[in-house]
């Protein structure tokens, strides 16, 4: 009887001694395997600073297959405009009545001085050659032009540029000879000779009283500024 329980305490000893080495076994796999994972863990979170870093603090990364922005196309700019006072289209013209404006403007100073402004209305540049051919009413003949304000350069005027002219009316004295009013007035243009008028002629309006002239009555070259056309 004696035997058969200290069989029995020897059974159970062993089977106890075996669970508890089972028992062993396992936790040292799973103290294991939860290093395993932390090991892990430590090693995304270590990786996570940088890619957030290389995110916000850097460019974003070209998308695969784009080209470097140099290779870009460049921004196309506005061909540059023919019109108006930077250029001209076609080719240049002589200006005459007909792609121009002539105003006439009495001056105070120099007395007895009328100016001719001539403003080109076209689209393309126009040559204003020689000196206006003025004739006032019905006269049969044009003044003289004064030689000594013969430019240096033949006046060009782009589109809504202006050149000028000054017609002396009548000695500043009294001394011309055949003073008269008139109260109407053509301009006459020259072409590139200087012996012949072209195109159409300018009809500037006077003033309601008119003007007076007389025999003197001469003017100057077409210039390419009203302080040159005015000083003679």
């Not at 055949?178 to 072209?198: D, I, M």
Request: include cysteine.
């Amino acid at each position: 009887m004696s035997s058969l329980r200290n069989s029995r305490t020897r059974l159970l000893t062993a089977a106890a001694a075996g669970a508890l080495a089972a028992l062993t076994l396992t936790a040292c796999n799973d103290a294991s395997g939860v290093r395993d994972e932390g090991s892990s863990a430590n090693a995304s979170a270590t990786a996570s600073p940088g890619s957030a870093s290389s995110s916000h603090n850097g460019p974003n990364p070209a998308p695969a297959g784009s080209k470097p922005a140099a290779n870009a196309p460049a921004a196309k700019t506005p061909a540059a405009s023919g019109n108006g006072k930077n250029g001209s289209r076609g080719k240049a013209v002589t200006c005459q009545g007909s792609n121009t404006k002539t105003v006439a403007a009495p001056l105070n100073r120099p007395v007895n001085h009328m100016l001719l402004t001539v403003t080109n209305t076209g689209g393309s540049t126009c040559y204003l050659y020689g000196y206006p051919a003025v004739r006032f009413g019905e006269a049969q003949s044009v003044p003289p032009a004064i030689e000594d304000s013969h430019p240096q350069a033949v006046v060009t005027l782009k589109p809504g540029e202006s050149g000028y002219a000054s017609v002396n009316l009548s000695a500043a004295d009294g001394s011309g000879a055949h003073g008269r009013t008139e109260k109407s007035l053509a301009v006459y243009f020259q072409g590139p000779s200087g012996n012949e008028s072209v195109g159409a002629a300018a009809h500037p309006a006077l003033p309601a009283k008119g003007v007076h002239i007389d025999d003197s009555l001469k003017v100057t070259y077409w210039q390419q500024s009203m302080d040159d056309a005015i000083s003679w």
